[in-house]
């Protein structure tokens, strides 16, 4: 049990004391919340549901939904994960009781979820019941020269709107339920990922308000959530101010948002970035501590521009600068609500923040 106990626990009640910054984590399995409570988070900031997505038993529902030949087909598979999706965010609201869990919906690369090799293939035509070769040609069809500037984040939301309802139902079912058996209404925030205009964020707040309204009617119960966006694309830290029009909070994806505003890819950065550092073009590696003053920029201009449209907008970070120190001061010094970093950080998280405070005051 990875409880805080002795002087390292007494220093983190006093770390505590001192900080502004909330401290949340990135986390996606029921295990990780738990030892993310135990280290203090204080409620979830991310959890990627791309990665539930991943699970050995439910891939090949997730093939055919995605090579499916339409609407029809797609509901068809996701009628199969409805039920398992559901049991993902029980657990997960069981081990948060009383403490926000912010949910994004699904933002995967799409190429990860075709099948790779001939065996995998016909799994999916079996399930699905129609042959390898249309699934071939299906694929080949979905196949992305640059998958991660492509068909992902809301994008897929947009263009499959049956994907972000499956996912909103299950969230607001799974709340109902916990609520009902514990007597404790969980805190759900929904987040859109990859969000560059504001249209957008209006299309999928709709469906996820639609769908909440279907599930409390049926439950007979209300449960209190919010819906809200990441902010990753340079575009979208320039348009915070219309996006805020839609959100009720802002998650900063600063993974996404180095990449993009460096036009570096976070997959193969380490190739060159080692030598970048050593010849002083940037003080750091960008993925690991923030570009104060590039990708920083940013993140100012939108915390500002959201703020203007909705004052005291919820802002937060969950790229993985909100478990780096020094990413954290400039946390701080802007002003944000939270830093949400994966489980193992969140004690680091907790003193950088108080250490931020201190230097601040
Ligand atoms: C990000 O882009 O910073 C982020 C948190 O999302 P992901 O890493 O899942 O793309
Ligand atoms: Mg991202």
Same mark, same amino acid.
Request: proline share 6%; net charge negative; hydrophobic share 40%.
């Given at each position: 049990?990875?409880?805080?106990?002795?002087?390292?626990?007494?220093?983190?009640?006093?770390?505590?004391?001192?900080?502004?910054l909330?401290?949340?984590?990135?986390?996606? !399995?029921?295990?990780?919340c738990?030892?993310?409570?135990? #280290?203090?988070?204080?409620?979830?900031g991310?959890?990627?549901?791309?990665?539930? #997505?991943?699970?050995?038993?439910?891939? !090949?529902?997730?093939?055919?939904?995605?090579?499916?030949?339409?609407?029809?087909?797609?509901?068809?598979?996701?009628?199969?994960?409805?039920? %398992?999706?559901?049991?993902?965010f *029980?657990?997960?609201?069981?081990?948060?009781? =009383?403490?926000?869990?912010?949910?994004?919906?699904?933002?995967?690369?799409?190429?990860e979820?075709?099948?790779?090799?001939?065996?995998?293939?016909?799994?999916?035509?079996?399930?699905?019941?129609?042959?390898?070769?249309?699934?071939?040609?299906?694929a080949?069809?979905l196949?992305?020269?640059?998958?991660?500037?492509?068909? *992902?984040?809301?994008?897929?939301?947009?263009?499959?709107p049956?994907?972000?309802?499956?996912?909103? *139902?299950?969230?607001?079912?799974?709340?109902?339920?916990?609520?009902? @058996?514990?007597?404790?209404?969980?805190?759900? %925030?929904?987040?859109?990922?990859?969000?560059?205009?504001?249209?957008?964020?209006?299309?999928?707040?709709?469906?996820?308000?639609?769908?909440?309204?279907?599930?409390?009617?049926?439950?007979?119960?209300?449960?209190?959530?919010?819906?809200?966006?990441?902010i990753?694309?340079?575009?979208?830290?320039l348009?915070?101010?219309?996006? @805020?029009?839609?959100?009720?909070?802002?998650?900063f994806g600063?993974?996404?948002?180095?990449?993009? !505003?460096?036009?570096?890819?976070?997959?193969?950065? =380490?190739?060159?970035?080692?030598?970048?550092?050593?010849?002083?073009?940037?003080?750091?590696?960008? #993925?690991?501590s923030?570009?104060?003053?590039?990708?920083?920029?940013?993140?100012?201009?939108?915390?500002?521009?959201?703020?203007? !449209?909705?004052?005291?907008?919820?802002?937060?970070?969950?790229?993985?600068?909100?478990?780096?120190?020094?990413?954290?001061?400039?946390? %701080?010094k802007? =002003?944000?609500?939270?830093v949400?970093?994966?489980?193992?950080?969140?004690?680091?998280?907790?003193?950088? @923040?108080?250490?931020?405070?201190?230097?601040?005051?």
């Amino acid at each position: 049990q990875p409880e805080l106990v002795g002087d390292f626990g007494v220093l983190m009640v006093w770390a505590d004391k001192v900080r502004r910054l909330g401290v949340r984590t990135n986390a996606e !399995t029921p295990l990780d919340c738990q030892v993310a409570r135990d #280290f203090g988070a204080e409620g979830i900031g991310l959890c990627r549901t791309e990665h539930m #997505f991943f699970d050995a038993a439910r891939i !090949t529902a997730v093939r055919q939904m995605i090579l499916a030949p339409d609407e029809q087909g797609r509901r068809l598979a996701l009628a199969k994960l409805l039920p %398992e999706q559901r049991d993902d965010f *029980r657990q997960i609201f069981e081990v948060m009781v =009383g403490l926000p869990v912010t949910i994004r919906l699904l933002d995967p690369p799409l190429h990860e979820f075709l099948p790779h090799n001939q065996s995998e293939f016909e799994e999916v035509a079996k399930a699905a019941d129609v042959g390898v070769e249309t699934l071939k040609q299906r694929a080949s069809e979905l196949h992305e020269f640059n998958p991660m500037l492509g068909h *992902r984040g809301c994008r897929l939301g947009v263009t499959y709107p049956e994907i972000y309802e499956m996912q909103a *139902r299950a969230i607001f079912e799974a709340a109902c339920e916990v609520a009902e @058996a514990s007597g404790e209404a969980p805190i759900p %925030e929904v987040m859109i990922p990859l969000v560059a205009t504001a249209r957008e964020l209006e299309l999928m707040k709709d469906v996820v308000n639609r769908m909440a309204r279907e599930v409390f009617a049926e439950k007979g119960r209300e449960i209190e959530y919010l819906v809200g966006t990441m902010i990753e694309l340079p575009r979208a830290a320039l348009m915070a101010g219309e996006i @805020a029009e839609h959100g009720e909070f802002f998650s900063f994806g600063t993974n996404d948002l180095t990449q993009t !505003t460096l036009g570096v890819s976070r997959d193969d950065a =380490g190739r060159f970035l080692t030598q970048y550092v050593d010849k002083g073009i940037f003080p750091r590696d960008p #993925f690991v501590s923030l570009d104060i003053e590039g990708v920083g920029q940013l993140i100012e201009i939108a915390a500002e521009r959201g703020r203007a !449209t909705r004052p005291g907008i919820k802002l937060g970070i969950c790229g993985e600068h909100g478990g780096d120190p020094a990413s954290i001061a400039f946390c %701080e010094k802007t =002003g944000l609500d939270y830093v949400s970093a994966s489980p193992y950080r969140v004690p680091i998280a907790r003193l950088a @923040a108080a250490q931020a405070a201190l230097n601040r005051s």
